[in-house]
């Protein structure tokens, strides 16, 4: 499994529409953070995490990808 056919794949497009040649593109999965118990709270603004930039072209798989979630029919 990769991000191919992935419904949160968000792939660059040309301005025809078609799928750009550099086969680049984000993860567009929804993160959610975790509920901190009321004695806590976040440091400053809420944390970003980093990456979720995706490729058509790579070789490596993302086994076991909790998100990945086939794209309907379109």
Known sequence: MNCMNCKY???ERT???RLHPNGD???TAP???PQLPKAFYWYG???LGGGGFISRKMIEKFEG???WQR???K
């Open 25 to 27: 593109g984000k993860c």
């Open 65 to 67: 990808c909790q998100r």
């Open 15 to 17: 301005a025809a529409g």
């Open 71 to 73: 794209e309907g029919r």
């Open 9 to 11: 794949a968000d792939w």
């Open 45 to 47: 603004s809420l944390p």
């Open 31 to 33: 993160i959610n953070l």
